[in-house]
């Protein structure tokens, strides 16, 4: 796959929502490896945006790093800042169909029988507490 090329003005705006981004992927001692290349895939699905932490304090080999990623999975360069990487590439139309889940959440469903969302109960009314204060 190529690079994916975008307009300035969607690159400002996501510039701008990348600010905010902590790095999704990190890259360890063994550099850009196939499973660091999935995990990136991975993100790219799930958020479109991701930031990248490249350990490497030489900046030929951040830039090679860069281009490898782009280059292999299409997406798009959208700004590097020291050694944070920020790419892009639009979510494929098959994941949109599929709603967004939160992390820990279960799917919304009918309540089944015996659970206590399924029992009503009646309303009771409860006493007043106790008045608060000093007693004389």
């Known amino acids: 796959m190529a690079e994916l090329l975008i307009d300035r ?8 929502r990348a600010h905010h981004l902590k790095p999704g ?18 993100a ?9 932490r490249v350990p490497a304090d030489d900046r030929a080999e951040r830039e090679a ?6 280059d292999q999975l299409g997406a798009a360069r959208i700004q590097t800042i020291g050694k944070a990487l ?11 169909d599929e709603p967004p889940r939160v992390a820990g959440s279960r799917r919304a469903g009918p309540a089944k029988a015996g659970t206590r969302a399924a029992k009503t109960r009646p309303a009771t009314k409860r006493p007043d507490p106790a008045p608060r204060g000093r007693r004389r």
């Open 65 to 70: 790093v860069l281009e490898r990623v782009v």
């Open 44 to 52: 790219l699905v799930a958020h479109e945006l991701v930031k990248i």
């Open 9 to 16: 003005d969607l690159k400002l705006e996501l510039r701008a």
């Open 25 to 42: 992927v990190l890259l360890g001692a063994a550099g850009l490896s196939d499973a660091v290349l999935k995990e990136i895939e991975r």
């Open 86 to 96: 920020v790419v892009w590439r639009p979510r494929p139309p098959e994941a949109d």
